[in-house]
């Protein structure tokens, strides 16, 4: 098992530009969500999924769009970068009725 | 609104020596709360959960309600014990979690 697998590791994007994160799971999990890393702040929630086809919102949801068409999949979009979106990403899958989330390896967004 | 608050966000210790790290949350109802933990070049990974009363690594996190804490502790530190900490909670009702801000744990040789 790969467990929770981000694309890319690293990207620069410049102002305005749109570019999508990429999340995968292979262990059947229910559950993914995105969460954002800044100093100071901790893990903020973006948004969450509990299933396919079911979205959510988490604490900060703006600027980003999300999708779940398969249980493996579940992509952030960022529609128009902004300096604000400067951040590591992480990604998490959990099975129902568990406590573990399970952690993908992060991607660091640096926008100009 | 649910709040997880760790008031130390860089914590040092001796090896040896005492830890604790602390966390207090805020919630209406009666939440799950949690720790992670990630070590450097690794993922973020649960250490330890309130409901299994369990101890990870020598490390132990009492829930108290009345003080609305889950402190996480160990008597003796290591050195691998260096990593990010991070406390968190998921309401009883709902599959979102919350996190703090953490707390970086630095244990001297």
Not at chain 1, 62 to 72: F, I, K, L, Q, W
Request: hydrophobic share 30%.
């Amino acid at each position: 098992n790969a467990g929770v697998t981000q694309t890319p590791k690293f990207q620069v994007l410049k102002t305005g530009q749109s570019m999508t994160l990429q999340c995968a799971q292979d262990m059947n999990h229910e559950y993914m969500s995105w969460y954002r890393q800044d100093p100071g702040m901790g893990l903020r929630l973006i948004h969450y999924s509990v299933g396919a086809g079911i979205t959510d919102q988490g604490e900060v949801p703006n600027g980003y769009n999300v999708s779940r068409s398969t249980t493996e999949d579940f992509p952030l979009r960022l529609l128009s970068a902004a300096p604000s979106q400067t951040s590591v990403y992480f990604c998490a899958s959990a099975d129902r009725g568990t406590d573990t989330q399970y952690f993908g390896p992060g991607t660091r967004l640096t926008v100009l | 609104a649910q709040r997880v608050t760790q008031p130390e966000k860089l914590l040092s210790v001796f090896k040896g020596a005492p830890v604790e790290l602390k966390c207090n949350y805020s919630y209406s109802g009666s939440p799950e709360l949690f720790w992670y933990v990630q070590y450097s070049r690794q993922r973020l990974q649960l250490l330890l959960r309130h409901i299994s009363r369990e101890s990870i690594k020598g490390f132990t996190a009492d829930l108290n309600k009345g003080e609305t804490s889950f402190h996480l502790k160990k008597p003796f530190a290591q050195e691998e014990d260096s990593a990010m900490y991070y406390c968190a909670l998921r309401p009883l009702s709902g599959n979102q979690f919350y996190f703090g801000t953490g707390t970086s744990l630095t244990v001297i040789p």
